[in-house]
T-cell receptor, first 112, second 112 residues
Framework: SAVISQKPSRDICQRGTSLTIQCQVDSQVTMMFWYRQQPGQSLTLIATANQGSEATYESGFVIDKFPISRPNLTFSTLTVSNMSPEDSSIYLC?????????FGSGTRLTVV | SQQGEEDPQALSIQEGENATMNCSYKTSINNLQWYRQNSGRGLVHLILIRSNEREKHSGRLRVTLDTSKKSSSLLITASRAADTASYFCATENTGTASKLTFGTGTRLQVTL
């Protein structure tokens, strides 16, 4: 199965600023997925990132708030823009393998 | 939005005992998967069961699927302290693009 390197692992940010999270996969994949996990909650899909096209966002998530880049088949970034304390969460990227999904180790974001 | 409801929300057992977690979902699925998450880190894929399968084993894990009841269970036998984690069921649903919809999760605590 694929190996994903996600960074940063954690950050503390001031409200109103933006943070870009990176995921690097060790193999080429068509789709990459970005999730948010709010404190004590389950995972919610933010968007699906395809190389060469705009990301597909789930209900409740918009491109202006969570812009995504997918410049090639092994890399993607998610930006959390104009952050507020409500954005404090764990953000995870994921790719689909042959028998399930592989996840990055997550980015724990705290907005103060 | 979350599809799966998991039961119980939290479970505390002693080492050597068995742990059973249940998951219910709402729509037609292609498969159901179980994941483990240690201390808010990345998720680890445990097992996938397809909609035409009723039971699957992997080491100390046993998963059942009842599509008529839209439910699944995960049994961990002879639990160990290292099994302490959150466990999530997730479904890939029929008729949608490849993506996972997660359940609410069960927090398992295994004490010595």
């Amino acid at each position: 199965s694929a190996v994903i390197s996600q960074k940063p692992s954690r950050d503390i940010c001031q409200r109103g600023t933006s943070l870009t999270i990176q995921c690097q996969v060790d193999s080429q994949v068509t789709m990459m997925f970005w999730y948010r996990q709010q404190p004590g909650q389950s995972l919610t899909l933010i968007a699906t990132a395809n190389q060469g096209s705009e990301a597909t966002y789930e209900s409740g998530f918009v491109i202006d708030k969570f812009p995504i880049s997918r410049p090639n088949l092994t890399f993607s970034t998610l930006t959390v823009s104009n952050m507020s304390p409500e954005d404090s969460s764990i953000y995870l990227c994921s790719v689909r393998g042959g028998n399930g999904y592989t996840f990055g180790s997550g980015t724990r974001l705290t907005v103060v | 939005s979350q599809q799966g409801e998991e039961d119980p929300q939290a479970l505390s057992i002693q080492e050597g005992e068995n742990a059973t977690m249940n998951c219910s979902y709402k729509t037609s699925i292609n498969n159901l998967q179980w994941y483990r998450q240690n201390s808010g880190r990345g998720l680890v894929h445990l097992i996938l069961i397809r909609s035409n399968e009723r039971e699957k084993h992997s080491g100390r894990l046993r998963v059942t699927l009842d599509t008529s009841k839209k439910s699944s269970s995960l049994l961990i036998t002879a639990s160990r302290a290292a099994d302490t984690a959150s466990y999530f069921c997730a479904t890939e649903n029929t008729g949608t693009a490849s993506k996972l919809t997660f359940g609410t999760g069960t927090r398992l605590q295994v004490t010595l």
